[in-house]
């Protein structure tokens, strides 16, 4: 069906005569979308892969036509792959890829290809950051636009730009900073839209793509100040940008914005403890999946999981739900499905953790404990299958998880038969590992956990 979809755009464009717009003047003809990169969404995986293949045969050819551009060009596609698939490998492939492009740019002295280079380097660091919790690498990406004067810059280098600036005034807990960071997407969202206007497709992804990244900051901000008209104002945001797109062709980009409404929504519910708020946010949750497939775009289809299992989770806090509980399990049980396939993937730490809170909120309204039984046998034997050495982040991982196990038991029970001191030693673990890997994100959560365990204690 998409395949037909797909092959329906390309005989339109070429009833009318309009070239595929990759961006560059006589983008490649090769692969099924003869270098359009707004049909990309419409492949799954598998073709996906394909083309990025098909776009590397065309880079590497001898004599081809402005080499820079189709390097470029194939690091768009791989970094797309990357997104979806959450392959480290494709991710290396788009950086090397738009890095090459770089050094042609620089050698022929071509200031806006180098700056639309450098920004498919910034965009490709921030994808490695989300996807495996490395912070530093959005600190390479800073650096890398930093690198680019002033006159070249784009409208794209200036979305870019505040998205870091929020991301690193997030990391530093100054939310005063971060609101600044979201009135700096103003302008260059103005921009991306009038360009939207002229060059079609491919600039009209990279608007909704920029604008998801606002919506992003807006939400983290509502949620640090549980500010209900930063809320309001993100479940409007996405609701705009949602509108103009339209799921068939563009399910993607669609279902991120729609998922966005939803948390903004599920925000607002828990904010004003409405959960007829809540609902309406896994009503829009379950339509952004609906829109979605495990092989079409696996990362898309366990986030949007993910995002419902946190919503079903709210649900059950705010009703004291056991069932509601008990569908936020079943959420991140369908997400870990396609997670556990890359297991260092940041994504994949939240929902074992938010999962092993479900299941431990489960026993504490039901005082079943045999939940908990089957929950640390269950991390138990993950950690036995992957060893520390193979898998340190994953190993990590499952200590944290079964660590916030053993805090249920305890809270459960009123009694400490020294399990308390477990999970201290495995969140203490989990802590030492992630700080030495670099990963911010986990190691915050760890030391949140050890803290704590330490007021437990402490009562």
Known sequence: MREAMFEFGRDLKRLFGVDAEGGFKGAWREGLTGGDTSLLE???????????RSADVVAGRIGSKDRGARLLEAAVVWRELARRSGDATALRKGAAQAEAAVKIFETERRHDALAAARCEQAVLAVLGADLFGDEGLAAAASMNLARTPAPQRTALCGALAAGLEGRAALSDNNVDRALAAVQAYEAPLRALAAAKRVKGGPARLQLADQRAARIELILAC???????????????????????LDPDFEPLAWARLEGLRGQALVLLGEL?????RIADGVEALSAAAEVLTADHSPMDWARAQASLGVAMQAMGEASTSE???????????RATVVLKVQPALALRAVVANNRALCLARCAELTADLAVLDAAELAFKAELAAAPGGRDPASWAVAQMNLARLYEARVEITGRDDG??????????C??????????????????QGLQRLKQAQAA
Do not use: H
């Open 222 to 244: 509502a949620e640090r100040m549980k500010d209900r008209a930063l809320a309001e104002l993100a479940v409007s945001e996405a609701k705009t940008a949602a509108g103009v």
């Open 42 to 52: 419409l492949l799954d995986v598998r073709l996906l892969t394909n083309e990025a």
């Open 430 to 447: 989990a802590f030492d590992v992630f700080s030495e890997l670099g990963l911010r994100s986990l190691t915050d959560l760890a030391a």
């Open 419 to 428: 399990r308390l001191a477990r999970a201290g030693a495995a969140l203490a």
């Open 323 to 333: 069932r509601a509980f008990e569908q936020a399990v079943s959420a991140y049980d």
């Open 272 to 276: 004003d403890g409405e959960l007829s």
